[in-house]
């Protein structure tokens, strides 16, 4: 079902037939890495979190995590993960496949700024077996993203 929704949002775009399919499961940074043949950096996560009372999806490097004092001083709250029964309420996405794809319009959406490294990246697309290659510009482009921030930790030098 999820990756129906994402196929819908993408057709717009033209970017529907680009949905890469894999036979194995790419629910993990890492298990996504392996099947794409790609560094884990390159996985672009979607971390589904509360802010307040207020769900929102950050979307980051694969190798990369929430820097608490960071996303403290821009959300002016502590970060706290989405309960598991909560992710797909919020996200349209079950675990292993939350992607900023089809996202409901009540949940903000915000870009890391460790994705900026890259040309492209891979976020999933609504399944534990899927993704899309995109480039930074693209995403800009497609996903209705309300800013760009720097709340994330262990990329850089």
Known sequence: MSLHIVQEYLKPYAKDSQIIELSQSSATVE???????IQEERIAKTLSLWVKDHAV????A????IDNH???DVF????????????????NHTIGGVCPFGIPKTTDIYFDESLKRFESVYPACGS??????LTIDELENIVPFLSWIDVCK????
């Open 57 to 60: 999806v950050i979307v980051c």
């Open 128 to 133: 534990a077996n899927s993704a899309i290659e």
């Open 70 to 72: 960071a996303f403290k």
């Open 31 to 37: 298990l996504a890495a392996q099947a794409l043949g």
């Open 154 to 157: 262990g990329w850089k030098e």
């Open 76 to 91: 002016k709250t502590k970060p706290k993960m989405l309960k598991a029964e909560e992710v797909e309420r919020y996200t």
């Open 62 to 65: 694969g190798d990369c995590r």
